[in-house]
């Protein structure tokens, strides 16, 4: 798998994708960039979830040298706003701007920030029409153009718009399209308004999973740091590994779990040998109870005893699903793999499971009711078994003076409540990884406020 730095990128923006927490490329990344930055129109078959944004990102980036010189056509303005703060992450040592235009927003506040004269425009086709028959946004000047997937555009009914808009695009353009799927309306499309187009498809193969436990739980990315922490309260794992998107998610990731009290280290590509073996061995040893990882760091690791795994992010490829959660259930030991997933990400949840043949069951998110109910449950069996282990006399003696000055029951509920862990409410703050996109596509990091707090059972 090469690296960004082999692909022909200039300094800033390999500056703005270190600083975003990219390991390496994926594999649209790696087939699109440098066809896209050679000037070839291409058509791309990828999922949601495959990195496409940065793959397209990246060339508009490096190739845009005039106002109003690429434009992206988006289908919702969810994504278009998506796309943007992308671009503009990408961009930012360039001083690349673009600006999402989508209705909904005051068209007027969309006028004046055209009047600025951002390099790219990403746009919804409604909207672009709006301004088109305005006489407000003029296409004269684009030579790239990204049509975002194609198909959802299609089935909103927007590939007449579409079709508009690009014959007010000069033909000498770049045109670059993306699609999960090619019914003919989208080939009809790029036979009609692109250039000898390279294809590539990064659809999934079938791969085979471990046999075990796995669920998902639909979470709205500000609230998964909560749900992941009432998680591990309610399975108290023995040893578990969660996995993050990029090795800026694995550190903040892992320093929130201390925060909370969690004994948990991270691992990833920034790290020297030295450092990787000690996080490496302080699990191993059971000194840490929760390795945070990304997937390139986890390859090749051969670890025993996981009882759980964490898709903290959705992995971007059925084959990386696999491999993630073939670190547990090992040695004929049942395993359990939980992803948390955003709403946005259900389409690619079910294509890896398209691709896997398996079922991933949903759960519903945990309440803090169901945590606490866990957490007695769990401190009632420690006690159970730390008694049926035998007690030595000196606790019995210690027991007995107790019993004189304080009542049975009392004195047992008191044993469970300091087992029982108070809720944490400890502030973390975690940077927004929504969805496909890298960590910093969003306008502002998300502050997020532990509504329940939790702890695991055993503390540092």
Known sequence: MPIFEELGLSLPVLQAIAGMGFEEPTPIQEKTIPLALAGRDL???AQTGTGKTAAFGIPLVERVDNPLGALVIAPTRELAIQVAEELNKIGQYK????????GGQDINRQIRALKNRP?????????LMDHLRRGTLRLSQVSLVVLDEADEMLDMGFIDDIKTILQEVPTTRQTMLFSATMPQPIQELAQRFMNDPEYIDVTPKEVTVP??????????EQHKFDVFCRLLDMHSPERAIVFGRTKRRVDELAEGLNKRGYSAEGIHGDLTQAKRDTVMRHFKEGLTEILVATDVAARGLDISGVTHVYNFDLPQDPESYVHRIGRTGRAGQPGVATTLVA??????????????????????????????????????????????????????ELAE????????ITLVAAALKLLTKEPDRTPVTLSDESGYRPRSSRRANTSVHRKHGGHKPRRK
């Open 119 to 127: 390099q790219i425009i990403v746009g919804t086709p409604g909207r």
């Open 401 to 408: 003076g107790l019993l004189a000055e304080t009542d049975s």
């Open 343 to 396: 709403p946005r990400e259900i389409g690619h949840l079910r294509m890896i499971e398209r691709a896997t043949k398996k079922r991933i069951v949903r759960q519903p998110m945990p309440t803090v009711t169901e945590v606490l109910r866990e957490q007695q449950r769990i401190a009632v069996d420690r006690l159970l078994k730390t008694a049926s282990d035998g007690v030595s006399g000196q606790y019995k």
């Open 43 to 45: 058509i791309g078959r």
């Open 95 to 102: 001083r690349v701007a673009a600006l999402p235009i989508y």
């Open 211 to 220: 046999n075990m436990q796995q669920y998902y739980i639909e979470v709205q």
